[in-house]
């Protein structure tokens, strides 16, 4: 079947799971990793990546469904999302579009911390927009029980994505904390944490 991404860790291909088309993810083996190590981490990834993913959804916070996860291939066949990438979507979005999507965005995170978990890799990378949502894709580092301090991370890791590009990005940022202290009662704590993060990486 066609291999249609190929990232550090994985390969992104189309297949077929009862009659429909679907995603799977294959974790592919790493040759500078020791055999079993190597296998138990794949299988390891790929099972918190598909817990995750219906835990998400299942707080409502928009996921590819799954439909089957194979720890020995360390593969996960999902439900594709099809739509832009928000790092490409940000690019040409107009005003208000931006600001539906940085809404959504804060709105999301905050649900997926409030319910006590976390991302993990919080890039525009991992965020597809569709109908008017925003799907997030790609949560094998993400964790269940998380702490503010993980929380943090995952804010710190959004504001640099929004900070690196022009001005109006960094509006965006500021919408997203926004919609994500009114959705999550503890947001504020963790925009603090934010603070402290970036403070000791300064120093450092
Ligand atoms: N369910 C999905 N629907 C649509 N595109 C997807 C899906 N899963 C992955 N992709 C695409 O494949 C790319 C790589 O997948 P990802 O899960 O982010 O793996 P990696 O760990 O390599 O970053 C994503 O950036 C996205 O473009
Ligand atoms: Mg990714």
Avoid at 64 to 81: G, L, R, S
Avoid at 164 to 187: K, P, Q
């Amino acid at each position: 079947m066609s291999v249609i991404r190929r990232g550090a860790e994985a390969e992104i291909r189309r297949d077929e799971f009862m009659g429909r088309q679907v995603l799977v993810k294959s974790r592919v083996p790493k040759s500078y990793r020791h055999p079993t190590l190597d296998q138990s981490l794949r299988a390891h990834r790929t099972r918190v990546e598909a817990k995750l993913l219906q835990e998400a959804r299942a707080c409502g916070v928009p996921t590819p469904v799954v439909y089957d996860i194979d720890t020995t291939k360390a593969e996960i066949w999902m439900q594709e999302i099809v739509g832009p990438r928000v790092k490409d979507a940000l690019q040409t979005a107009g005003p208000e579009e931006m600001r539906a999507m940085a809404e959504e965005i804060g709105r999301m995170v905050g649900r997926l911390h409030s319910h006590g978990m976390t991302h993990g890799d919080l890039t525009t990378s991992n965020m597809i927009l569709r109908d008017g949502r925003v799907w997030f894709i790609d949560l094998s580092l993400g964790s269940k029980a998380a702490s503010l301090e993980e929380m943090g991370v995952d804010m710190h890791l959004l504001r640099e994505a929004f900070q690196s590009a022009h001005s109006d990005l960094m509006r965006a940022y500021d919408i997203i904390t926004d919609a994500y202290v009114r959705e999550y009662e503890r947001g504020k704590e963790v925009l603090a944490k934010v603070r402290d993060i970036e403070e000791r990486g300064r120093y450092s």
